[in-house]
């Protein structure tokens, strides 16, 4: 009787992967891999970035209910005892997003009068090379996109492109 030195042609008989297609198999995760990665970084980002934006769509609110109480924007900052013109608000969240735990923008009025203001969010941690949003008091929207630290031209908008 011969026998056959090998067991793989047998029904049944267990059969592994070889290097070579786990190698591939390695190689086609790395790509997809290297492909959703940076979509989902982008994704998370631009949901920060709306995040901060309704925050000062609701700053803004607050800013039109300061002045309808005091028929001036001044004072909104500082603390309701020390009220200043500039810096953190007393009337609103000083970080967003305004809810969770962790804070990605900072809010601030950058510039108030008794019938203008300009408000800010600038990113921090995890969001800072984001760039600046600001919105002031005729609905007037900027982003620095470019992360210059100054508005230029094309930014005047919170789009990707203006």
Not at 143 to 160: I, L, V
């Amino acid at each position: 009787m011969i026998r056959h030195a090998s067991s793989r042609n047998k029904p049944g008989a267990a059969r592994g992967f070889s290097l070579i297609e786990l190698l591939i198999a390695l190689a086609i995760i790395g790509i997809l891999a290297s492909i959703a990665v940076p979509a989902y970084q982008d994704s998370v980002e631009k949901s920060r970035r709306a995040a901060a934006k309704s925050a000062l769509s609701g700053f803004a609110s607050a800013m039109e209910r300061h002045a309808t109480e005091n028929n001036s924007y001044l004072g909104a900052a500082g603390t309701s005892t020390t009220p200043a013109n500039t810096g953190s608000p007393w009337i609103f969240s000083t970080e967003a997003p305004l809810e969770g735990g962790t804070k990605y923008y900072d809010l601030t009025i950058t510039a108030a009068t008794q019938s203008t203001y300009t408000l800010r969010a600038t990113p921090k941690g995890a969001q800072i090379d984001d760039g600046m949003l600001e919105l002031d008091h005729t609905g007037a929207q900027r982003w620095d996109r470019d992360n210059s630290g100054t508005f230029d031209a094309g930014e005047n908008c919170w789009e990707t492109s203006c």
